[in-house]
């Protein structure tokens, strides 16, 4: 490509970092790159926004119906 300014590892974690925002789960982005360890792929949500809130969210309005 002639890009001296990216490496095969910056378009990796650009990858990962928009599957993170598109909604994918720890899981998932454990299971796209392969990663054994949640801290792996914890980096990647933390850059991504982790949606924990939204989580926290849906788990209260679970609690809250009963659904």
Same mark, same amino acid.
């Given at each position: 490509?002639?890009?001296?300014?990216i490496r095969i590892h910056d378009l990796r974690h650009a990858g990962q970092v928009l599957a993170?925002? %598109? /909604?994918?789960?720890? !899981?998932d982005?454990? !299971?796209?790159? /392969? =990663?054994? %360890?949640?801290? !792996?792929?914890?980096?990647? !949500? =933390?850059a991504a926004g982790y949606h924990g809130r939204q989580v926290a969210d849906r788990m209260d309005a679970v609690r809250l119906t009963g659904v």
């Open positions: 490509m002639g890009r001296t300014d993170a925002q %598109s /909604g994918a789960t720890l !899981a982005l454990m !299971a796209r790159l /392969g =990663h054994s %360890s949640v801290n !792996a792929a914890m980096k990647y !949500a =933390h």
